[in-house]
């Protein structure tokens, strides 16, 4: 890392600002310069508080050279993340198929859907029981026993279960759940990343719909931190300035990010367009990109969904996607899971 102080500054200033860096176990070699005086900070520097430096008075600039990233970075990880689920592998060059519907509506849907996904190549099987909405009036989802009822079509069916959490006080009811999301809105609920990193479980981490990539790993690095192993990443598109689509597919993120972080990446071309005839061109873009998987919302009546219909494939749509996917896998070096 490297601080660039002001000119002007008091030699008293620049001696506690070492003093302070030195605190926390870092190494300090100050140069003085013609123009400005620098000081190179060395050892582990994710543990400084960059805000804190920056809002000292004789700082006017600060530089990390080293990636902010301990357990997301490739730095300490250079071999790809491989999140093993119930023998459904993502990451490396293993490509799985997520898919149902936006939200838990009844038994009979799930499991008549989730037959139909599992018939066309799906591995995992979705579905919303906790449903965070934009307006207080909408539905919010059927709750707890949603989960008892994805946990029945888990059981009937044989697809492990992803389901969306809201809040650190319904934790106790995800015990049987095989990932754990965390969705855009709550991508930086510090608190709740902090409780299902404890859980030991598979987390599928959305990105936020106005957050940067960086601000997205930190999340994932706030899960970790607590001793979480398996993140998986969803890139499920940002907002912009476009609307004609729900939202903006960010594909260009995908490969950078395959630089930066050994974690597998997923895409959601469902939420990134809310448009359902948009979903399979998306999705063929996305395994161009270099995702692991994909997440598609599947309906079996679109049109009476109680919540994202319009983004929603019927089961015969999944199938098709499924199927040309499936022959392209391999010119990226991808196996179908």
């Known amino acids: 890392m490297i601080i660039r102080i002001k000119r002007g500054y008091e030699t008293k200033q620049l001696d506690n600002l070492i003093e302070l860096i030195k605190s926390q176990g870092l190494g300090v070699e100050p140069t003085v310069g013609t123009e400005y005086t620098v000081l190179a900070v060395t050892g582990d520097t994710n543990i400084i508080d960059i805000d804190r430096i920056r809002a000292i008075d004789i700082v006017d600039g600060v530089i990390r050279i080293k990636e902010p990233f301990k357990y997301t970075g490739r730095v300490n990880h250079e071999e790809n993340t491989i999140v093993n689920v119930s023998g459904v592998k993502i990451g490396g060059n293993n490509f799985a198929f997520i898919a149902g519907p936006c939200s838990v509506e009844s038994e009979r849907q799930i499991i008549e859907i989730a037959k139909a996904v599992k018939k066309a190549g799906a591995k ?15 539905f919010q989802g059927i709750g707890k026993e949603g989960i008892e009822i994805l946990l029945k079509a888990k059981k009937e069916v044989g697809l492990p279960i992803v ?12 015990s049987d759940v095989d990932i754990i999301q965390i969705g855009a809105r709550n991508m930086q609920n510090y608190e709740l990343l902090k409780e299902v990193g404890k859980t030991g479980k598979p987390i599928l981490l959305k990105r936020g719909f106005c957050n940067t990539t960086e601000e997205w790993l930190m999340s994932a690095e706030y899960v970790m931190s607590e001793g979480a192993k398996d993140v998986i990443l969803c890139e499920r598109g940002i907002r912009s300035f476009e609307p004609l689509t ?22 959601d071309p469902s939420h990134a367009s809310g448009v ?3 979903v399979k061109p998306l999705s063929l873009a996305a395994v161009g990109a270099g995702v692991d998987g994909l997440m598609i919302e599947v309906h ?18 999944f199938k098709d996607i499924a199927d040309t996917v499936k022959k392209v896998l391999p010119i990226y070096g991808k196996v179908l899971s």
Do not use: W
């Open 276 to 278: 359902a005839r948009a």
């Open 300 to 317: 079996n009546d679109p049109e009476n969904a109680l919540c994202d219909g319009a983004q929603s494939v019927k089961p015969e749509l």
């Open 163 to 174: 389901t969306e959490i809201t809040s650190v006080k319904y934790l106790d009811a995800y």
């Open 246 to 267: 729900r939202n903006t597919l960010d594909l260009s993120s995908i490969p950078m990010l395959k630089e930066i972080t050994h974690l597998p990446i997923i895409a």
């Open 124 to 138: 995992i099987l979705r579905g919303g029981a906790f449903k965070p909405r934009t307006s207080p009036y909408t």
